[in-house]
């Protein structure tokens, strides 16, 4: 059984920063790759950050500049740093997870998503 973890959401002053984590366990080897996308009310999901299994990255438009996916192979975590937020970064944050399990299948997986708030 594979889980896909989110964490580190919250509230945040507009200027200020986040961390959010995605964390995968159980019978997994390793993560191949990560997108972290977000969904704010009323609006389509949009795809934030993407890393590759060798660690290539992809930022949207919106918040090139400003975020920065990164991992910890060790710990199967992959991180979203999200530096000089803006109201408009509101949103559940989601990471989807491609896995390379024990068997030697890969499978994909999503978390359950966290909420970011940015506002004064």
């Known amino acids: 059984q594979v889980q896909l973890v989110e964490s580190g959401g919250g509230l945040a002053q507009p200027g200020g920063s986040l961390r959010l984590s995605c964390t995968a366990s159980?019978?997994?080897?390793?993560?191949?790759?990560v997108d972290w996308s977000r969904q704010a009310p009323g609006k389509q999901r949009e795809l934030v950050a993407s890393?590759?299994?060798?660690?290539?990255?992809n930022y949207a438009d919106s918040v090139k500049g400003r975020f920065t996916i990164s991992r910890e192979n060790a710990k199967n975590t992959v991180y979203l740093q999200m530096n000089s937020l803006k109201p408009e970064d509101t949103a559940v944050y989601y990471c989807?997870?491609?896995?390379?399990?024990?068997?030697?299948?890969?499978?994909?997986?999503w978390g359950q998503g966290t909420q970011v708030t940015v506002s004064s």
């Open positions: 159980g019978s997994i080897l390793s993560i191949r790759a």
């Open positions: 890393i590759t299994s060798s660690d290539s990255t």
């Open positions: 989807n997870a491609n896995l390379w399990l024990r068997s030697g299948a890969t499978v994909s997986s």
